[in-house]
């Protein structure tokens, strides 16, 4: 049988270790539910990062993603070793704060619901809003399984969905305001 240093084959049979954990569990559990949800959302956010052309929005797109490596350990790591991977803290959401009331400068006021795609860029971060909001549900199902899991890491998923939002607003909202001049 051929190696790779990209797969140990280790998982055919549907079980994964945990950081901090030699015992093998079921991938379909709340700990790897919850960091798979995590994984989609990173992805989703990097999909949006790719697609979006402000310079300001990409760099705070990598940097949530630079959160959610943190997160992603403290949601795969066992109760025992969560102390060593504490997740996004209050600092963090802090940030995502600032960044929110940033974003929401300007906007008007939402007066119905929103149709995600108006852009691809805005469409891109509807769908990577959505993929945290599945990232927030794994990981509250995971803490009401599990001791340990940080609520301030519930509270970043949570404010994230938010940034994401306001973020494609804005998006949509420059888009549609470039339009208007150029007609």
Do not use: C
């Amino acid at each position: 049988m051929a190696h790779s240093k990209f797969y140990t084959a280790k998982g055919d049979r549907g079980e994964t270790a945990r950081l901090g954990g030699e015992a093998r569990l079921s991938k379909s559990s709340p700990p790897l539910e919850a960091v798979g949800a995590a994984d989609e959302a990173t992805s989703a956010i990097g999909m949006a990062r790719a697609l979006v052309d402000d310079a300001t929005l990409k760099a705070m797109l990598r940097t949530v993603q630079e959160h959610f490596v943190r997160l992603m350990a403290h949601l795969s790591a066992t109760p025992d070793a969560r102390v060593q991977y504490p997740g996004p803290g209050a600092e963090e959401l802090g940030w995502l704060e600032a960044r929110i009331a940033d974003l929401e400068a300007g906007l008007p006021p939402l007066r119905a619901f929103v149709l995600p795609g108006d852009s691809l860029p805005g469409a891109a971060l509807h769908v990577a809003r959505t993929a945290v909001r599945r990232a927030e549900r794994r990981a509250v199902v995971l803490a009401e399984v599990e001791p340990g899991i940080n609520a301030l890491s519930l509270a970043y998923l949570n404010r994230l969905s938010s940034l994401l939002f306001v973020a494609a607003l804005q998006i949509d909202a420059r888009l549609q305001r470039s339009q208007q001049t150029s007609d």
